[in-house]
């Protein structure tokens, strides 16, 4: 049981707007900087958002990140059936010195 | 641009030691942060701990009493050791740059603990 708490599951028609939510406390979210992953079918987890609301190069500017107190959230717009995949939101917990994982949220495209 | 490879046994039996180690191309090993994350199948991603230059490392406390990581410099790769695994221990597992928001991965290496 991570100590971040995301949604196991969204759906959404394509050209939707969809958002995630990542739950945390005042030991990760509160502090701390945010990350999300995408991760395909059988890839490797892919960085989307940094730093709560930047873009990596490459990453499509579909994708947006906010947080307010010990909450974040990830917001695609357009939906596409391409974003069919899971999502992780990412943090740095001061209670381990290191980074937890949400428990992923798996994304429908209807 | 940097490139990870995770390499070791896919296989290991219970109560045994799995070894992995993580090549690093087109980057020096002394350059940053390291880090081991793993994924049982079917499940979420569960970090493991990091290492920098054979010097500062961190473990996840749930893991820390069975895990060691290295650096070989001279080979500008990184290993991971964990002793006495149990079928809990199978999963896909990742390399990684970077302490966190990790830009960089390996294609993960599956590791199954079974006899």
């Known amino acids: 049981q991570s100590v971040v708490t995301q949604p196991p599951s969204v759906s959404a028609a394509p050209r939707q707007r969809v958002t995630i939510s990542c739950s945390g406390s005042?030991?990760?979210?509160?502090?701390?900087?945010v990350n999300w992953y995408q991760q395909l079918p059988g890839k490797a987890p892919k960085l989307l958002i940094y730093?709560?609301?930047l873009l990596p190069s490459g990453v499509s500017d579909r994708f947006s990140g906010s947080k307010s107190g010990t909450s974040a959230s990830l917001a695609i717009s357009g939906l596409q059936s391409e974003d069919e995949a899971d999502y992780y939101c990412?943090?740095?917990?001061?209670?381990?010195?290191?980074?937890?994982f949400g428990g992923g949220t798996k994304l429908t495209v209807l | 641009q940097v490139q990870l490879q995770e390499s070791g046994p896919g296989l290991v039996k219970p109560s045994e030691t799995l070894s992995l180690t993580c090549t690093v191309s087109?980057?020096?090993?002394?350059?940053?942060?390291w880090t081991w994350i793993r994924q049982p199948p079917g499940k979420g991603l569960e970090w493991i701990g990091y290492?920098?230059?054979?010097?500062?490392?961190n473990f996840n406390p749930s893991l820390k009493s069975r895990v060691t990581i290295s650096v070989d410099t001279s080979n500008n790769l990184f290993s991971l050791r964990m002793t006495s695994v149990t079928a809990t221990d199978t999963a896909v597992y990742y390399c990684?740059?970077?302490?966190?928001?990790?830009?960089?991965w390996g294609q993960g290496t599956l590791v199954t603990v079974s006899s």
């Open positions: 730093y709560d609301d």
């Open positions: 990412a943090v740095w917990d001061d209670s381990v010195s290191g980074p937890v």
């Open positions: 990684a740059k970077g302490m966190e928001g990790h830009e960089v």
């Open positions: 290492i920098k230059f054979d010097v500062i490392t």
């Open positions: 005042s030991s990760n979210i509160g502090n701390n900087a």
């Open positions: 087109n980057d020096s090993i002394k350059s940053d942060y």
